[in-house]
């Protein structure tokens, strides 16, 4: 290759990549479309119902004592997601709802805390946010009682129920 | 504990005092939870020897040995005997068992034979759908039952009874324990007493005076509360139409883990602590939102439970006062609200 066609072939290269940045800056990424969003609803609702299961001790490692989440948050009813980040006296300081989550596994249920990167964890925080969802995000201490959305009878998530907690005796 | 008690009592009928006879502020630990609505109750005709009696609820027993939930079923046992004056008897309310095996029900059966007085019991669920209530029967005897008590008629009645959803999806018992021990499972529907308790209630009572002072007990309460967590029994209204010819009919009743107060009718209802845990309030607006207790502190291992002591007047006016197991930030009516 002489060094004339080379620079031809740079010169093409280079007005190439410049068209497409032009078209670029001109055409931005068309929207989502149906289908693609159809596949990011189905994404979400599969890591809130794989957080369904987690919440009602589908995973043996979260307890000890048999005790799930659902056990004193039915429809993560006053597990308060919308409230955090938040000063908890058992820390002493200022903590995500993640290590909230954690705390709860490690001392009420007395099992194996959750990485907090993980695929289970962000499932947890999926189905505690989706039954907080149009809640005002309200940072802060939440003494006074607060609640979920409201779920009609049988409109819930219709799984299988996973039961809660485990027992030791079959 | 007695001093907890006189305390509360003068307490009591200091501020029955001053609000008059249709209005009575709640007072509790200095916290002022407002005013509380009171249908004064009709003085029946036939008198009401004055007594106490106590109420122990849902201590979801687990299997495992010393688990920290016989504990405090235990400590509610103490609890109850270490009143001043001693309650006559003692109601369960149900959930004795948390999975329905019969070495929990036989778990708390030994833990409440150390009362110092008799025990009368009503089922939970979480106590029935592993045998259909084999076991529970076998240890506690009947699970529909009255008695007179001082001029008191006493009704107990099994509320969990639900529709069988398992024959036709041929579940295993242990499955159908399964689907029942979730509040928010989507399958079994919701709960009630059945046909075949109307019918007994309507005839236990059809010979009783109008005037006849009449306590119920079952484990869900008898109006529409929350029914997705069955906070609910779905023919209370036929119930409450059997009762409605009595001038007055407390209702008591375990399964929600909470304080709660409502009047409908002739009828208040009185919710029972649970030993075990809090339950958080469903997003329903309350008639008597006053009676609601502030969220339970998840740092402090049993705040939001206990037990309670409802005294019995002359009259059949009821001083409930609910016995937390933790002086924390919530406020129990510990002092009381009259029904």
């Known amino acids: 290759m002489t060094n004339k066609m080379l620079k031809i072939e740079r010169l093409l290269a280079v007005s190439a990549l410049a068209g497409v940045i032009a078209a670029g800056t001109s055409w931005a990424r068309a929207p989502f479309t149906d289908e693609e969003l159809a596949e990011q609803k189905a994404a979400l609702v599969e890591s809130i119902a794989l957080g369904y299961d987690l919440w009602h001790g589908s995973r043996a490692d979260m307890t000890t004592n048999g005790l799930a989440c659902g056990n004193c948050h039915p429809d993560t009813a006053a597990s308060n997601p919308q409230t955090f980040p938040k000063y908890m006296t058992m820390y002493g300081k200022v903590i995500p709802f993640r290590e909230m989550v954690n705390w709860c596994i490690e001392n009420p249920q007395a099992g194996t805390r959750l990485d907090v990167d993980g695929d289970d964890m962000t499932a947890m925080e999926a189905y505690a946010f989706y039954l907080h969802r149009g809640k005002e995000i309200t940072p802060g201490l939440a003494s006074e009682q607060t609640t979920p959305i409201v779920v009609e009878y049988g409109t819930g998530f219709a799984r299988t129920p996973t039961g809660i907690g485990v027992d030791t005796k079959p | ?339």
């Open chain 2, 1 to 339: 504990m007695s001093d907890i008690v006189d305390h509360s009592r003068r307490q009591f009928l200091s501020f029955a005092g001053k609000a008059g006879l249709t209005t009575f502020v709640a007072q509790a630990v200095g916290i002022n939870l407002g005013m509380v609505d009171i249908v004064r109750a009709q003085t029946g005709k036939r008198g009401v020897e004055p007594f106490r009696f106590a109420i122990i609820s849902d201590s979801h027993l687990y299997s495992m040995p010393d688990h920290k939930f016989d504990q405090q079923l235990a400590d509610a046992v103490a609890q109850v005997n270490a009143m001043t004056p001693l309650p006559d008897f003692v109601l369960y309310g149900g959930d004795v068992a948390q999975n329905g095996t019969e070495d929990q029900l036989v778990k708390g059966s030994k833990i409440l034979k150390d009362l110092k007085m008799p025990l009368k019991i009503i089922p939970g669920e979480h106590d029935w759908y592993l045998d259909m209530g084999d076991a529970w029967r076998g240890l506690f005897g009947d699970e529909t039952w009255s008695f007179n008590h001082k001029g008191v008629h006493f009704i107990g009645l099994n509320s969990i009874l639900v529709r069988d959803f398992w024959t036709g999806a041929g579940m295993t018992p242990l499955e159908r324990m399964t689907v029942m021990e979730m509040l928010e499972s989507p399958i079994p529907g919701p709960w009630g007493v059945h046909e075949k308790q109307l019918e007994w209630l309507a005839n236990d009572v059809k010979d009783l005076a109008p005037d006849t002072p009449i306590v119920v007990f079952t484990h869900s309460p008898l109006w529409d509360y929350y029914p997705r967590w069955n906070f609910q029994t779905s023919d209370a209204p036929e119930i409450r139409e059997i009762l409605s010819k009595f001038d007055n009919v407390m209702s008591y009743h375990g399964h929600v883990h909470q304080t709660l107060f409502n009047r409908i009718g002739n009828m208040s209802s009185v919710a029972a602590l649970s030993t075990s845990w809090p339950w958080p309030y469903p997003p329903v607006e309350l008639a008597f939102p006053e009676t609601r207790m502030n969220r339970a502190d998840p740092s402090i291992a049993t705040d939001g439970m206990g037990t309670q002591i409802i005294d019995l007047s002359g009259s059949f006016e009821g001083l409930v006062q609910y016995q937390p197991f933790e002086d924390s930030l919530t406020p129990f009516m510990r002092d009381g609200f009259k029904v």
